[in-house]
């Protein structure tokens, strides 16, 4: 197999995690904002919990980014 074309198939594998990111940030927010509208007043209280979620999802998706780029350009 081509090197080459070695690199663009580990790089487009490794961009399923930015797929996989996304879908955890639209569970994330759905289900909060589904159980806000159960209990609004309980809503607040579960906004840290909900940034918190965000961000770990969110650095999951970066760094499977991190890892595409340097399967193309560093490798």
């Known amino acids: 197999m081509d090197p080459i074309a070695a690199k ?3 790089a487009g594998i490794a961009c399923i ?3 996989g990111a996304a ?3 639209g569970q ?4 909060y904002l589904a159980a806000a509208l159960r209990n609004p007043s309980a809503a607040q209280g579960q906004f840290g ?3 918190f979620g965000f ?3 969110e650095a ?3 760094f499977s980014l991190l890892i595409a780029l340097l399967l193309l350009f560093a490798v």
């Not at 994330?28 to 289900?31: H, Q, S, Y």
């Open 8 to 10: 663009y198939i580990g």
């Open 17 to 19: 995690g930015m797929g």
């Open 23 to 25: 879908l955890g940030v």
């Open 28 to 31: 994330i927010f759905g289900n």
């Open 49 to 51: 919990n909900l940034i």
């Open 55 to 57: 961000a770990i999802t």
């Open 60 to 62: 999951l998706g970066i």
